[in-house]
């Protein structure tokens, strides 16, 4: 593992608040352009295409134009040859470290469904393209809520369809792996799908907690080896992932 790259709390200066300014206006302005697309086009791609691979598609492709905008954000993609064969469902594990940390896997160039927290349905435009696109949104602490998105995550995967979970359930403040929820093995152990755990490095920089100040960020995407669901229990995913994700994280 890497000695931490985490340093907080940062002096902010004139170059951090020209990139929160730049960037605070082209991440709404492709947002609005990238949401309206997929919440205009829902209607004609619900009905040829049930499962909405082409409103994911507009959603990558909104994520690759942000980082085609943004000159201060590079992300390195290693152990692509790990990524699933595109028609093989998955469930997809990644740590949490920033709010913007989506950017970074929809760059794996996979189908996936992802659970987010119901707040971020309710934002405009970014909230109504998500419900448009078949994500899945989860009230924290409401179990009618978790049994809702357990079963339409369970639908996706019967679909052919990959799941994203970020199993810490809230961002890490320092980088250091929180503990996991065990809801996405759980869901992988019954399905009989596998685990594919993603390890984000540098995202912290992308947007940090508690900060709307973006910074200079090298994001690495490290996607390990997929981890079977059949002959391990969810006790067992859950720790192999959590250590697989783990192995490549700073030193803390």
């Known amino acids: ?77 290693q152990g692509a040859e790990n990524l699933p064969p595109i028609d093989t469902p998955v469930v997809y594990v990644a740590n949490h470290q920033s709010q913007a940390d989506i950017l970074s896997v929809f760059l794996i160039n996979r189908q996936f469904r992802w659970l987010a927290k119901d707040s971020l349905f309710r934002v405009p435009f970014l909230g109504w393209a998500m419900t448009a696109a078949g994500y899945v949104p989860v009230k924290r602490g409401e179990r009618n809520s978790q049994s809702e998105c357990f079963k339409r995550s369970r639908e996706h995967l019967n679909n052919g369809t990959s799941m994203l979970f970020f199993p810490e359930g809230t961002r890490s403040k320092n980088g250091k792996l929180l503990p996991f929820k065990n809801g996405a093995f759980r869901l992988a152990n019954q399905a009989g799908v596998a685990i594919v755990p993603i390890t984000l490095q540098g995202a912290n920089n992308l947007l940090p907690k508690g900060s709307l100040i973006p910074a200079v960020a090298k994001v690495r995407i490290k996607i390990h080896q997929a981890i079977s669901s059949t002959e391990k229990s969810e006790s067992e995913l859950l720790e192999a992932a959590r250590s697989a994700i783990d192995s490549d994280l700073p030193v803390h």
């Open 1 to 77: 593992m890497l000695q931490s790259e985490f340093n907080y709390p940062r002096k902010i200066n004139f170059l951090d608040f020209f990139i929160a300014a730049y960037v605070w206006t082209v991440v709404p302005l492709l947002t609005i352009v990238f949401a309206s697309l997929v919440i205009l086009l829902s209607p004609v791609a619900i009905l040829i295409d049930k499962k909405r691979d082409l409103l994911h598609n507009l959603a990558t492709l909104w994520a690759r134009s942000i980082v085609f905008c943004n000159p201060w954000w590079t992300f390195e993609i």
